[in-house]
């Protein structure tokens, strides 16, 4: 019985040391949230101008560019799925995946080549696992990323929208990525970023269907959009990765509180069986010890005789 209690008491040690690492952990993640919603509150109003601008020139102007311009058969689509570099925050990133998969099922259904681009290391070893192909992929700063960030990975795909399809470009640019609704909701959503469609930009900017002024643009509107487009993706892209690192702490918080929980009360079972077994070998020692207090008397009140 008291080697019973060794392995209980052994237990309960491992289950506190591990509620203290999920416990900070917990604590980390929602410091963490705080600092991540800055961010997204502070990137906001530069978005909004920028969704506004770039709609200004794509309703004001009947230039055609490659970022505005719909392809009448598009065949061929990229896929920026954004997942976390790191595990232990619940279903954040394979539901992310999961809706990637959708989305990936959707546009090959409509007869679209899909090409994926990967951030996070979770995603790339989920593809990496499966051996489907990643065009690239960006690890290293999802739980904090930088503008810096934004701009490397939208560079190779304005590259690849702006070729054409026959030299390995793409017609549409899609995005998949968790978006924060509250520290308890994080849905993974989806959605094309490019080409850019009127009602598309106007929505983001959340003037859908009113009119917007005529403009003149200087030195001409396919030079501004040249300049703006761009900026717009990383913009889009930017907000994205800040989402879904606010995301993902909140799920590593909701995961390590789960575990945290779960761990005190398996130390509250393991307690009760580690205390019904010490006063079992309790009973016992006074069972042999009442036994053989009895056996002596006997023995005592025979040799008496």
Do not use: C
């Amino acid at each position: 019985m008291g080697a019973q209690l060794r392995v209980y008491k052994r237990r309960i040690r491992a289950v506190t040391a591990t509620k203290k690492i999920t416990k900070a952990m917990e604590m980390i993640a929602a410091s963490r949230i705080v600092k991540a919603q800055r961010k997204v509150a502070a990137s906001m109003p530069y978005a909004t101008e920028l969704t506004r601008a770039v709609t200004a020139v794509a309703t004001g102007s009947n230039t055609k560019h490659a970022l505005t311009t719909e392809v009448e058969a598009p065949t061929r689509a990229a896929v920026l799925l954004i997942t976390s570099d790191r595990g232990l925050a619940g279903g954040y990133s394979s539901n992310a995946i999961k809706q990637a998969d959708r989305v990936t099922e959707r546009l090959r259904a409509e007869g679209k080549e899909v090409d994926h681009y990967i951030v996070g290391r979770k995603g790339v070893a989920y593809y990496g696992f499966r051996e489907r192909k990643v065009t690239e992929s960006w690890t290293g700063f999802t739980d904090s990323p930088a503008y810096a960030d934004a701009k490397r990975v939208a560079a190779p795909l304005i590259e690849a929208i702006q070729t054409a399809t026959a030299e390995g470009g793409v017609d549409e640019l899609h995005i998949v990525f968790t978006e924060f609704v509250s520290m308890m909701t994080q849905n993974a959503v989806d959605g094309r970023m490019l080409p850019l469609s009127l009602d598309q930009a106007q929505e983001e900017d959340g003037k859908k269907g009113e009119i917007l002024p005529l403009f003149e643009f200087e030195p001409s509107a396919e030079d501004v959009l040249d300049a703006l487009l761009p900026r717009y993706v990383e913009s889009r892209i930017y907000n994205a990765l800040l989402q879904s690192a606010a995301s993902e702490h909140a799920a590593r918080r909701r995961a390590m509180k789960s575990a945290t929980d779960n761990a005190g009360e398996l130390i509250k079972s393991l307690s009760r069986l580690a205390n019904a077994a010490r006063q079992a070998e309790i009973t016992q020692e006074i069972s042999e010890i009442v036994g053989g207090a009895s056996a002596m008397a006997d023995a005592t009140a025979g040799s008496d005789k």
